[in-house]
């Protein structure tokens, strides 16, 4: 027996049951159960077009993401400069061998004319030219003169899920750098993580600072 808000009583089982058949978490129960409710994958899978949650964080990181590697693209593109390799110095009469460090080895080959897609907005098809799958990273970085694809994937997870993101997302695209690499590319996995309370990941940052980001300008972009 249970009471209503009334005081009266009646049999729990029955107008339970009434309750949540009229109720709208009842009539979405079967929808999430076989997962044909209109969530964002299936209006996806459904229109092909992808449909954002303007509430989900990981849309408005990601579209940061995307334009903080936009300008590293351009600035690549724009750049001639190979980088200085480290050079051993011995000093006379010193004996210690020290190194004198160049700038570091940037990830975006300079003056390789550069490309991007990222999987906002539209649905991002993999470039053919490099092989043909159905998989979606949330960023692709390529260069047909360079030879070089770089596989980026971002995860917004709670902080202390961070590690099993990182590896589960390495071995979701290991296959397809795999096929990257048989076709001739040098390819690379670039899984990156922030945090949903807004902790950057070591991963994001060392990204970032392998396609060209420093200094000051890498400060901010993870601010």
Known sequence: MIMDPLGGYHQQGSNLGRHLANSTVAAQLPGATYETLPCPRNLSQWFGSEEKCPLCSIVNVLRKLA??????RVRANNSSD?????IPI???????????VGKHTCLLTPGCKWQMRADLGTQLVFP?????????PD????????????IIE??????EGMSAAYKHKRLKYSDLAAECREGGWIATIHTVEVGCRGFVGKS?????????????????SIK
């Open 67 to 72: 334009e903080q590697l936009e300008g590293c």
């Open 82 to 86: 190979p980088p200085r390799p480290n």
């Open 90 to 100: 011995v000093r006379p009469g010193d004996g210690v061998q020290k190194t004198v």
């Open 128 to 136: 053919i030219e490099i092989t043909q799958t159905t998989l979606r």
């Open 139 to 150: 960023v692709v970085m390529w260069s047909t003169a360079a030879k070089k694809v770089l």
């Open 154 to 159: 971002l995860t917004v997870p709670w902080e």
């Open 204 to 220: 994001t940052i060392q990204l970032l600072h392998a396609t060209g980001m420093t200094g000051t300008s890498l400060k901010k």
